[in-house]
């Protein structure tokens, strides 16, 4: 949890997940998103309940918790006083705040589903706001902010593929896929039909004033063909590396065994082709290049 609070009213917010670099207060404010600067400070409430405790105090005598003050354990910074707490504190333990996150105003409003025609509320995912349609689990991604969908969602898979080959997206060809275009919930236009990336196959609909639609499994197959093309991009690069080195250390072999000016005349007569540039990735992007296209 990383909180912000509001200079006017207060109101504080969990910004641990929000892209956007300024954000909406309830009370109409402009909140900058920014990381807060810690400061030591000394330990006299408990994160758990407020109350005052003895400097030197191990536990909470109200409700018995601990009291933690070591630096490497306190990550949550108190948006009132900058004082460092445990993250899962519900006080701060200088200034003894409450630690209470509001929920992000929502930006946007109701709009029809462009694959059944459901009502779509508005809503928001840490911070980016979108409509979720109740029926089809369809994703309308306003304005410009698809990019920022996309990196959360990214972020989430790796987290929970840490360890595991992300899966191919085996039905991303859009030769195969069946052809329906759709109207921007929006201003009711028939929207672009885009080839994401222009070679993943995976086909988005794209109102260029209003924003993208997403049917139920595109976000999760647009991650999916990201991770692919960054760990495809690792293992070519792995093999290449091994090549060169079992290409040298042979070379290294035949020069002990025969002598250079041996070794020279057949490399002038059969020189192998050595890969000097980084290895093609195929369709797919790698991470660091999707990230430079996005951010730059």
């Not at 519900?90 to 929920?103: D, Q």
């Not at 509320?121 to 991604?141: D, F, K, R, T």
Request: proline share 7%; glycine share 6%.
């Amino acid at each position: 949890m990383k909180l912000i609070a509001c200079p006017v009213c207060h109101s504080q917010y969990d910004v641990a997940q929000i892209e956007a670099e300024r954000f909406a207060c309830r009370c109409g404010e402009s909140l900058e998103n920014r990381p807060l600067t810690a400061v030591d400070a000394v330990v006299s409430r408990c994160g758990s309940c407020g109350a005052h405790v003895a400097a030197e105090a191990e536990g909470c005598g109200y409700c018995g918790s601990a009291i933690l003050r070591d630096p490497d354990k306190l990550s949550l910074i108190c948006p009132e006083c900058f004082a460092r707490n445990a993250d899962e504190s519900r006080f701060c333990v200088a200034c003894g705040v409450a630690f209470r996150p509001e929920p992000l105003v929502v930006e946007g409003h109701e709009v029809g589903c462009p694959a059944c025609e459901t009502r779509m509320p508005p809503s928001h995912v840490a911070g980016i706001p979108l409509n979720e349609c109740p029926g089809c689990h369809g994703l309308w991604v306003p304005a410009d902010h698809f990019d920022s969908l996309v990196r959360k969602a990214l972020r989430a898979r790796q987290e929970r593929h840490a360890s595991a080959d992300p899966p191919r997206v085996a039905s991303a060809n859009p030769a195969r896929q069946s052809l329906a275009y759709r109207r921007c919930p929006e201003c009711s236009q028939f929207m672009l039909r885009n080839n994401y990336r222009r070679s993943s196959g995976i086909i988005l609909d794209e109102c260029r004033a209003h924003g993208t639609w997403l049917d139920s499994d595109e976000l999760e197959q647009v991650a999916g063909f990201i991770l692919e093309g960054e760990r495809g991009a690792d293992r070519a690069e792995s093999e290449a590396e091994r090549w060169r080195g079992e290409a040298a250390a042979s070379r290294s072999a035949r020069v002990s065994e025969a002598g250079p000016a041996a070794v020279r005349a057949r490399s002038r007569a059969a020189r192998p082709a050595w890969p000097t540039e980084r290895p093609r990735r195929g369709l797919a992007f790698s991470l660091v290049d999707f990230l430079t296209d996005i951010l730059d």
